[in-house]
């Protein structure tokens, strides 16, 4: 497994980076609505997770809006690839080895231990973010029995094309599950019980989005102008026509 070896240099030029070079030119808004609880309990993130840009997106709002000490697991794979990815938090893991999954979850236990906040996407891997159900793996029970006092914090991703030729991402942050909700619950009661939380939360959401009722949304981020607000800005006047 490889450990994270957070750099607190490199995380002040990679979210730079991030937000600037990568997110700008990228995202026409990012938008946010909810708030993590202010707490000196152990959080568990949970995040639904449909592509490439969601650990970019995590580390952004852990930045921003998540003033927990953060750590995020990420498969060995893209770890190896992206090896820098340690020093803004990640730590590995191998889904198709058991003994390795054992490990990294024991790893976040300890995280979990020193009071840390810690994301999963407990999908276990990219799924289509209008597949239903999530199906979400059981590593986040076994952490919850690990340390039962942890709190859960559910955060949803929604990507979607509205007026503007770059996404807008919305991002919803949910209500802590507290400890109580689910210390009496078996790992499978858990695992059912998280996944129907995002998975509501994910598609109201959508709703939400599909009926344009976006007043509880914050900015998070804002875009560079689009090609259509760079083209009504050119447009003449009647006084040049």
Same mark, same amino acid.
């Given at each position: 497994? %490889?450990e994270?070896?957070?750099?607190?240099?490199?995380?002040?030029?990679?979210?730079?980076?991030?937000?600037y070079?990568?997110? #700008?030119?990228?995202?026409?808004?990012?938008?946010? #609505?909810?708030s993590?609880?202010?707490t000196?309990?152990?959080?568990?993130?949970?995040?639904?997770?449909? =592509?490439w840009?969601?650990?970019?997106?995590? !580390?952004?709002?852990?930045?921003k809006?998540?003033?927990?000490?953060?750590?995020?697991?990420?498969?060995?794979?893209?770890?190896?690839? *992206?090896?820098? *990815?340690?020093k803004i938090? +990640?730590?590995?893991?191998?889904?198709?080895?058991? #003994?390795?999954?054992?490990?990294?979850?024991?790893?976040?236990?300890?995280?979990? @231990?020193?009071?840390? +906040?810690?994301?999963? *996407?407990?999908?276990?891997?990219?799924?289509?973010?209008?597949?239903?159900p999530?199906?979400?793996?059981?590593?986040v029970? !076994?952490?919850?029995?690990?340390? /039962? @006092?942890t709190?859960?914090? /559910?955060?949803?991703?929604?990507?979607? *094309?509205?007026?503007?030729?770059?996404?807008?991402l !919305? %991002?919803? %942050?949910?209500?802590?599950?507290?400890?109580?909700?689910? =210390?009496?619950?078996?790992?499978?009661?858990?695992?059912?019980?998280?996944?129907?939380?995002?998975?509501?939360?994910?598609?109201?959401q959508?709703?939400?989005? %599909?009926? =344009?009722?976006?007043?509880? !949304?914050?900015?998070?981020? =804002?875009?560079?102008?689009?090609?259509?607000?760079?083209?009504?800005?050119?447009? /003449?006047? #009647?006084?040049?026509?």
């Open positions: 497994m %490889i994270a070896q957070k750099s607190k240099t490199f995380r002040k030029l990679f979210h730079l980076y991030n937000k070079w990568l997110l #700008r030119r990228s995202f026409y808004s990012v938008n946010i #609505r909810g993590f609880p202010k000196n309990q152990p959080m568990l993130v949970l995040v639904n997770h449909s =592509n840009w969601d650990g970019l997106v995590s !580390y952004y709002v852990t930045e809006v998540c003033h927990h000490d953060s750590y995020a697991m990420m498969g060995e794979e893209g770890m190896k690839k *992206f090896p820098f *990815f340690r938090g +990640a730590f590995s893991v191998r889904k198709d080895q058991p #003994r390795s999954i054992l490990t990294s979850l024991n790893y976040a236990a300890t995280l979990l @231990e020193h009071k840390k +906040a810690v994301w999963i *996407f407990p999908q276990g891997e990219e799924r289509h973010l209008e597949e239903r999530l199906f979400f793996q059981q590593g029970a !076994y952490l919850l029995e690990k340390k /039962p @006092e709190i859960v914090v /559910p955060v949803t991703y929604y990507y979607t *094309f509205t007026h503007h030729q770059r996404p807008e !919305y %991002i919803d %942050i949910g209500s802590a599950v507290l400890p109580a909700t689910t =210390n009496r619950m078996s790992r499978k009661q858990q695992t059912s019980y998280l996944e129907q939380i995002v998975t509501n939360q994910l598609d109201q959508k709703n939400a989005i %599909i009926q =344009n009722k976006l007043n509880e !949304y914050r900015p998070l981020l =804002n875009g560079t102008k689009s090609v259509s607000e760079w083209l009504q800005w050119l447009k /003449p006047s #009647r006084k040049d026509r």
